[in-house]
């Protein structure tokens, strides 16, 4: 990681080395400890399945860095329909997935430096090669997140994320 994106915490005080740009969670919200007992319950690190009845695939909310050559992640989790969810299964490990539609979804991570909530918003999941996690586009409301993944942020805005997770663990597990 370059040094220039080392940076001096307002919370702390500290010098951090390196500037973090992906920021991930375990499991859906709504997976809860103790679910993986139940063998109508998946957690893998892709795909999540509760009671049989609900379905979710993780993927990446990429954000451009507009003052930067690079891109801001959220490693999140959508739900989607039984039906969507069995396609995407069946063409997981098959070279040319990528060019299957996109998968309508809800949002089921709380990131909760936003306001309001970003449970429920409305997503398409994009699946790409074989290999790569599907990319989640948010769809283009005034939502903070959803702005954000439209117009990118700045280093600047990247560092008072890492501030506020390094100190208040704003995106749950």
Same mark, same amino acid.
């Given at each position: 990681?370059?040094?220039?994106?080392?940076?001096?915490?307002?919370?702390?005080? *500290?010098?951090?080395?390196?500037?973090?740009?992906?920021?991930?969670?375990?499991?859906?919200?709504?997976?809860?400890?103790?679910?993986? *007992?139940?063998?109508?319950?998946?957690?893998?690190?892709?795909?999540?399945?509760?009671?049989?009845?609900?379905?979710?695939?993780?993927?990446?909310?990429?954000?451009?860095?507009? *003052?930067?050559?690079?891109?801001?992640?959220?490693?999140?989790?959508?739900?989607?329909?039984?039906?969507?969810?069995?396609?995407?299964?069946?063409?997981?490990?098959?070279?040319?997935?990528?060019?299957?539609?996109?998968?309508?979804?809800?949002?089921?991570?709380?990131?909760?430096?936003?306001?309001?909530?970003?449970?429920?918003?409305?997503?398409?999941?994009?699946?790409?090669?074989?290999?790569?996690?599907?990319?989640?586009?948010?769809?283009?409301?005034?939502?903070?997140?959803?702005?954000?993944?439209?117009?990118?942020?700045?280093?600047?805005?990247?560092?008072?994320?890492?501030?506020?997770?390094?100190?208040?663990?704003?995106?749950?597990?």
């Amino acid at each position: 990681m370059s040094k220039a994106l080392d940076f001096t915490c307002s919370c702390c005080g *500290d010098r951090h080395d390196g500037l973090p740009l992906s920021y991930a969670t375990e499991a859906p919200d709504y997976w809860k400890p103790g679910m993986e *007992d139940d063998s109508l319950n998946l957690l893998s690190s892709d795909q999540c399945v509760i009671q049989g009845r609900a379905f979710f695939l993780r993927g990446l909310i990429e954000i451009p860095l507009v *003052d930067a050559d690079d891109v801001f992640t959220w490693n999140v989790w959508v739900s989607l329909s039984q039906e969507n969810f069995i396609r995407a299964c069946e063409f997981w490990g098959i070279p040319g997935r990528e060019s299957e539609p996109p998968y309508f979804g809800w949002l089921s991570t709380e990131l909760s430096i936003y306001s309001p909530s970003t449970i429920n918003l409305k997503t398409n999941l994009h699946t790409r090669p074989v290999g790569e996690r599907p990319v989640i586009e948010l769809e283009p409301t005034d939502h903070p997140l959803a702005v954000e993944q439209r117009t990118g942020i700045t280093l600047d805005r990247a560092r008072q994320i890492a501030e506020i997770l390094l100190h208040g663990g704003a995106a749950r597990h």
